[in-house]
Every structure is written in structure tokens, then in C-alpha cells.
């Protein structure tokens, strides 16, 4: 079984009640744990709770952090 734990997370909110949210996680089971980056798309319900649609998640190496994080900012360009 694994178990999550958000260690630090970040949100924008856009459209009608949708956000995106970025967040540093951890994965614990029995053989050990692994700390990845997490990119979600959700919603908020009328009473405020999240609901998530989607997910990706980023291995802690650094080359490829600073190649998603250089190209996601190449592709907001213009």
C-alpha cells in the first residue's frame, strides 16, 4: 500500500473554479520512500473541497526539473 504526504504544495486558481497546483510529495510503502514533484488539474465544488482531474509527476533529478521547468517557460512565450 502506498501512502502519500504533500510536504509543500502551490496553487493558482483560473476559469470557473478550476486550478492548477504544484507540490513537492512523498511516497511511502514498505520497501521505502520516494520524494517527486507533482503537477495537478482540478476543480473546486460548491462547498470549497478539491477534486482532482489529472496528474503528473516530475522525478527530484535535477536535469530534468530544469529542462521541464526551462521549456514550460519557452512554450509560454509568444
Avoid: C, H, Q, W
Avoid at 51 to 70: A, G, M, N, Q, W
Wanted: net charge positive; hydrophobic share 30%.
Amino acid at each position: 500500500m502506498v501512502e502519500f504526504e504533500t510536504l509543500k504544495a502551490k496553487e493558482i486558481e483560473f476559469g470557473n473554479n478550476n486550478f492548477i497546483e504544484v507540490a513537492r510529495k512523498k511516497a511511502k510503502t514498505e520497501e521505502g520512500e520516494n520524494t517527486f514533484i507533482s503537477l495537478s488539474r482540478g476543480f473546486k465544488t460548491p462547498t470549497g473541497e478539491k477534486r482532482y482531474k489529472k496528474s503528473f509527476t516530475i522525478p527530484l533529478d535535477s536535469s530534468v526539473v530544469k529542462f521541464v521547468s526551462e521549456n514550460i517557460k519557452e512554450m509560454g512565450k509568444e
